[in-house]
């Protein structure tokens, strides 16, 4: 028997010890159940007046005969072969909710007392299984092996982090099939983008801005736990629900239900957010309409994933050339389609014009190179990867051209520009003198030789416009010196008129 003084666990050990030692004075026994339950009391002709049993100390393990009972704890061990007290605490409440602390921060829950026990009570039909509070933070499911006479584990909850309490923080969206679980709704920015990039989610995302207006645009996301601060009104259908959403700033998100035509208004901001999870509550999550980037022919964004252009899930938006996406509604899932077959998108980044997509074998991978897809540089892959997730292979898409259109109507959106025959034979949204596509900003730009040129001309004019008016100055100035002077001769010329007709008459 082990025993150590630093936890509660091994001076109950120690206890024991001590007990055994001085067991036979006092006619008291220690037994261990056929249930499992190590009893220690008074011996008489029945174990009567229990002193101790093991069943009602709090360790890391549940057997399935330990009958769980309200307010029960379970303390995990500190390491895998390190028995102190760990840093996990799991807590059943009387409504039988399961809760997981670390520390005293809330570090898991969403689960219940009667699913731990019906599948510990599952897995024990065919063999012996215990149920342990892992080292780690999860729920674990132990069978015993008889063959090996050793124990294995056979399940451990939760399978992935977006399980856990709060993971994402506010307004973040967990994907556990993303080798980057958390993503921040479109218009939304990582409150600590530096932790966040670095795997630290649980500041969330924020607002890009505070507005609110009767534009604004909803997203649709699950989510995981139920909050109490929600308001109900009684609506007809889901767009209904949108609408009284939209008549107040407070509302942050909405959720309808279908049978019972309520509308459930969110005035906090939402989180335990999933991109998909079958079962939990569907929330529509608002977003202002100036925070998210959308062109003119953009196709509409897939769940939570926006779809920039020239990218294309349908043949009537985006740029054909670029049509190998498909939105899965139901899941709101992208997907990319190669001749090797059909991929999870994770990711999209119109910045680097890039996306990235879930292979599980990359050997495999084949892309039409008559498309404006390519493999970006060949990455190492790590292996640390989570066995959940497979490898990630970039992808980056080129700048397209200009839009084809039927119309010069079709090119509204696109200022500087009309619907002319190009090079190619299509009919583009080319663009109008002086201008010129740019395929990475995605809108015709300014020529430069034209700003030169431009530059040049208004400079020219600046000094042309100082040079004569220097030169009408300079004029100016001496017509003045020329009209004083000759003044100056008139005068001496009448003073001398007058000195000698003074003369004259002196002579007269
Ligand atoms: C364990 O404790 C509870 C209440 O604390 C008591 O009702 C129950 O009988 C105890 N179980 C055993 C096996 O002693
Ligand atoms: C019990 O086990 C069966 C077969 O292994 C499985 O189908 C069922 O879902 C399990 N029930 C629970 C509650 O885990
Ligand atoms: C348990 O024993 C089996 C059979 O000998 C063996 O294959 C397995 O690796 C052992 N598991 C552990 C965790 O030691
Ligand atoms: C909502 O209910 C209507 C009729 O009751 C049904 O036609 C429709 O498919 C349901 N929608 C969803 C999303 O369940
Ligand atoms: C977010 O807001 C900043 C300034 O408020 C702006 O520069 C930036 O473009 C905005 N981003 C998006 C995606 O709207
Ligand atoms: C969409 O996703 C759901 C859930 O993953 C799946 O059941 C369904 O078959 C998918 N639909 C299509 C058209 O791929
Ligand atoms: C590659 O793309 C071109 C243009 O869309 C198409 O004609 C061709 O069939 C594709 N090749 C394969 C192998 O899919
Ligand atoms: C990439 O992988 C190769 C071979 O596994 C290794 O030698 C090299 O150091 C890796 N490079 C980086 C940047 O990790
Ligand atoms: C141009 O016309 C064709 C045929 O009418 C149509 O299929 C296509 O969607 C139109 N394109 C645009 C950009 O409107």
């Not at 709090?58 to 307010?71: F, G, K």
């Not at 909050?227 to 700033?249: M, P, Q």
């Not at 066995?387 to 259109?405: G, M, N, R, Y």
Request: charged share 20%.
């Amino acid at each position: 028997m082990r025993t150590s003084t630093n936890s509660g666990r091994s001076s109950a050990n120690c206890m024991l010890s001590s007990i055994l030692i001085f067991l036979c004075p006092c006619n008291r026994s220690v037994t261990l159940t056929n249930s499992g339950n190590l009893v220690y009391g008074d011996y008489g002709v029945l174990l009567k007046n229990i002193l101790w049993d093991s069943f009602n100390t709090s360790t890391d393990t549940l057997l399935p005969a330990r009958v769980v009972h309200e307010n029960m704890v379970l303390t995990s061990w500190r390491g895998s072969d390190d028995p102190a007290i760990g840093g996990f605490r799991l807590y059943l409440g009387p409504d039988g909710s399961g809760t997981i602390y670390n520390d005293y921060n809330i570090y898991c829950n969403h689960f219940s007392s009667d699913e731990m026990d019906n599948k510990l009570r599952n897995h024990s039909r065919d063999f012996r299984a215990r149920f342990v509070m892992g080292f780690s933070g999860k729920r674990e499911y132990w069978r015993w092996g008889v063959q090996g006479m050793n124990w294995s584990l056979i399940m451990a909850e939760p399978g992935n982090k977006c399980a856990l309490n709060n993971y994402c923080g506010n307004y973040g969206v967990c994907n556990p099939n993303n080798k980057l679980e958390c993503k921040c709704l479109p218009g939304f920015k990582p409150n600590a983008p530096e932790k966040w990039h670095s795997g630290d989610f649980p500041n969330g995302c924020d607002r890009n801005s505070t507005l609110c207006g009767e534009n604004d645009v909803f997203f649709p996301v699950n989510m995981l736990s139920g909050d109490n601060t929600l308001k109900t009104v009684s609506v007809v259908d889901e767009s209904a629900c949108k609408k009284e959403c939209l008549k107040s700033c407070d509302c942050k998100a909405c959720s309808y239900d279908n049978d019972t035509n309520d509308c459930y208004i969110l005035t906090q901001d939402p989180f335990d957010l999933r991109e998909y999870a079958d079962g939990y509550l569907t929330v529509f999550v608002r977003v202002a309409i100036s925070d998210i980037e959308l062109t003119v022919q953009s196709c509409e964004p897939c769940g939570i994933n926006m779809i920039p252009y020239p990218l294309s899930t349908g043949p009537s938006c985006g740029d054909p050339n670029y049509f190998s996406f498909n939105c899965n509604t139901t899941s709101r899932q992208v997907s990319f389609m190669a001749p090797s077959g059909t991929y999870r998108v994770s990711s999209i980044d119109p910045d680097t014009r890039t996306f990235l997509i879930q292979v599980n074998d990359k050997g495999n991978l084949r892309l039409n190179y008559s498309l404006p897809f390519d493999l970006t540089s060949p990455r190492n892959f790590s292996s640390e990867l989570s066995s959940e997730v497979t490898d990630e292979v970039e992808i980056a898409w080129e700048p397209p051209l200009e839009t084809i259109c039927n119309s010069s109507a079709n090119c509204y959106g696109w200022s500087h520009s009309t619907c002319k025959s190009a090079r190619d034979g299509k009919r583009r949204c080319l663009c109008t003198c002086s201008y010129r596509w740019d395929g990475a900003m995605l809108k015709c730009r300014k020529e430069k030789w034209m700003t030169l040129l431009l530059i040049i001309g208004i400079t020219s004019v600046i000094i042309l416009c100082a040079i004569s008016s220097i030169y009408k100055w300079r004029r100016n100035i001496t017509k003045r010196q020329v009209a004083i002077s000759s003044l100056s001769i008139e005068s001496s010329i009448t003073e001398i008129e007058e000195t000698e007709v003074e003369d004259s008459k002196h002579i007269g």
